[in-house]
């Protein structure tokens, strides 16, 4: 594992932080395109020694502190019977969610099988992946799951979500048990870490928020204390207040609407994230002087001040990135936090 990425968890201060970036492993990296033009994208994540080789790739190559399950967010979703296929439209399901079809969905002892391979991707990228890097997992946020479930997608008003608490609730009894038997799965697999991706919580108004999403993030808080992670998109401080920062977690991950500064006093565990993952887009020559622009204030902190950070993006490398910039990324990070 990896000292520095431990030390973050910990909360012991440290002038270079660990690094890490969601999606890293993905469309904009010409290894990832190398076994893609081979293979599905279904295959790269159900075959584990493929799904092996595309964690392993951006390790290898840009140097990352951690490497991270690859996997897809929506499978908890196929294993409940609801169809998944990746289409060029992007992903689709087999039938929409809704009170009418609920008991459609299946139980835990036909669904758990179908997830085992993330637990087989997990102990062979472990196997493969040099003993000074770490592991983490993810799963789906349950919200962010229930919204794929009844609208297809996290876009648009999400009106049918927003105005169903009944098919919530419903939804929720057959979700959560597969979770965390799906996150026990990873731990089992070697993960140090496992993420909670809720990339459709800020759709949500805070009150809502709490009402309908915070008592089930909490249950599994609780259930894994300690080991979990939690990143939401869009959220603000509205959303994350202090009460759910202080649950177990291992750590918050936040977009790059937030200031990272302000974020190292909300939790306990590690601070994730969050350069805007667009401005690596920026024509290599310019690319550094806006990274250290970001950079130099975090660096200036006392080291007690930002303990626990763990340094990457807002949200997951966008496609086309210039991998030189993912790769001055590290090496600007390392050089200037030393």
């Known amino acids: 594992m990896n000292e520095k990425f431990q030390n973050a968890c910990h909360r012991k201060p ?15 990296h010409r290894h990832y395109q190398a076994l893609r033009a081979q293979h599905s994208f279904m295959d790269l994540c159900k075959i584990p020694e493929l ?16 490497s991270i399950l690859f996997s897809d967010l929506l499978f908890p979703l196929e294993a409940l019977g609801m169809g998944l296929e990746y289409t060029d439209q992007g992903p689709r399901l087999g039938f929409s969610l809704s009170e009418a079809n609920l008991a459609k969905l299946s139980p835990l002892s036909e669904a758990l099988p179908q997830l085992q391979f993330q637990h087989q ?15 983490i997992g993810f799963v789906g946020g349950p919200w962010t799951l229930y919204v794929y479930a009844v609208e297809g997608s996290h876009a648009g008003q999400l009106l049918v979500a927003k105005n169903s608490p009944l098919l919530w609730q419903g939804f929720l009894k057959h979700l959560e048990p597969l979770l965390i ?8 697999g070697g993960a140090e870490v496992v993420m909670i991706f809720d990339t ?4 949500l108004s805070p009150q809502q928020w709490q009402t309908w999403v915070v008592p089930s993030l909490r249950r599994l808080a609780e259930r894994f204390p300690n080991r979990l992670g939690y990143y939401s998109k869009g959220t603000q401080s509205s959303h994350l207040s202090g009460e759910f920062c202080q649950l177990p977690w291992a750590g918050l991950g936040f977009d ?8 190292f006093g909300l939790g306990k565990g590690f601070v994730q994230g969050n350069f805007d993952q667009a401005l690596l887009h920026h024509e290599p020559s310019r690319f550094k002087a806006v990274l250290s622009e970001w950079l130099l204030p975090l660096r200036d902190r006392p080291l007690a001040e930002r303990a626990g950070w763990v ?8 496609p086309k990135t210039p991998e030189q910039n993912v790769r001055a990324f590290v090496q600007l990070v390392r050089e200037v936090c030393k």
Request: charge should be neutral; glycine fraction near 8%.
């Open 14 to 28: 440290q002038a270079t932080p660990p690094i890490w970036m969601m999606r890293q492993a993905g469309r904009y």
């Open 51 to 66: 799904a092996a080789q595309v964690a392993l790739g951006p390790v290898a190559d840009f140097d990352f502190d951690v």
């Open 121 to 135: 991707a997990m102990k062979l990228t472990r196997e493969l992946l040099p003993k000074d890097k770490s592991l």
């Open 181 to 188: 038997q799906n996150i026990e799965l990873q731990f089992a």
């Open 200 to 203: 459709a919580a800020g759709e």
């Open 256 to 263: 790059h609407r937030w200031s990272l500064a302000q974020s």
């Open 311 to 318: 340094c990457g993006l807002g949200h997951g490398v966008l």
